[in-house]
């Protein structure tokens, strides 16, 4: 994970003036419900032409009540398909992470220190941090709440379990060895 994460990290900076639109890096929540998934983005573009914003040096963070893993990858696409589903998809394969959404995917903007801490913990393997940022980071937004620690998301958030056929669906991260 940790030589992923450092690959991810030094592929080659964007050019200047290249046609970025949003604020680097980013945070996206892109599962809720059994499990917590979420993408960390070192870059964050919007592709206006495509309809999509487009996550760059990503780490996939995935927490589940079993254990929690984490994975890198070059680049993921956040669109919106035909039927009107929010996906989250690897480009070179065109899989997709578990699971659309019907609500369009919440997407935050993260200062450098918070992206390079995150990182830190995903590296160190302390999940407490990554938890608490999620719910500090999605719990005022519109149909969000915090209630005890825990953060609840609107019912249609993440919740596309049939949409997708399972050999559509990318593999969740590898979980970290305790």
Same mark, same amino acid.
């Given at each position: 994970?940790?030589?992923?994460?450092?690959?991810?990290? #030094?592929?080659?900076?964007?050019?200047p003036?290249?046609?970025?639109?949003?604020?680097d890096?980013?945070?996206?929540?892109?599962?809720f419900?059994?499990?917590?998934?979420?993408? +960390?983005? #070192?870059?964050?573009?919007?592709? #206006? %032409?495509?309809?999509r914003?487009?996550?760059?040096?990503?780490?996939?963070?995935?927490l589940?009540?079993?254990?929690w893993?984490?994975? #890198?990858?070059?680049?993921?696409h956040?669109?919106?398909n035909?039927?009107g589903?929010?996906?989250?998809?690897?480009?070179r394969?065109?899989?997709?992470?578990?699971? %659309?959404s019907?609500?369009?995917?919440?997407?935050?903007?993260i200062?450098?220190?918070?992206?390079?801490?995150? +990182?830190?913990c995903?590296?160190e393997r302390k999940?407490?941090?990554?938890c608490?940022?999620?719910?500090?980071?999605f719990?005022?937004?519109?149909?969000?709440s915090?209630?005890?620690?825990?953060?609840l998301?609107?019912?249609?958030?993440a919740?596309?379990?049939?949409?997708v056929?399972?050999?559509?669906?990318?593999?969740? %991260?590898?979980r970290?060895?305790?």
């Amino acid at each position: 994970m940790e030589t992923q994460i450092q690959s991810a990290q #030094a592929a080659e900076q964007p050019k200047p003036g290249a046609g970025r639109s949003f604020p680097d890096p980013s945070l996206a929540l892109v599962e809720f419900g059994d499990c917590l998934g979420f993408l +960390i983005s #070192a870059r964050t573009e919007r592709d #206006a %032409p495509n309809r999509r914003v487009i996550l760059k040096k990503v780490a996939y963070v995935r927490l589940e009540p079993e254990g929690w893993g984490g994975t #890198a990858y070059p680049e993921i696409h956040i669109q919106q398909n035909e039927e009107g589903l929010f996906l989250a998809v690897e480009p070179r394969t065109g899989k997709v992470l578990r699971h %659309p959404s019907r609500s369009r995917y919440e997407i935050a903007f993260i200062s450098k220190d918070i992206f390079e801490c995150a +990182i830190q913990c995903i590296k160190e393997r302390k999940r407490e941090p990554l938890c608490e940022l999620v719910a500090v980071t999605f719990g005022t937004r519109q149909g969000f709440s915090l209630e005890a620690g825990n953060l609840l998301a609107p019912e249609d958030y993440a919740a596309e379990r049939t949409a997708v056929p399972e050999d559509k669906f990318l593999s969740p %991260p590898p979980r970290f060895q305790r």
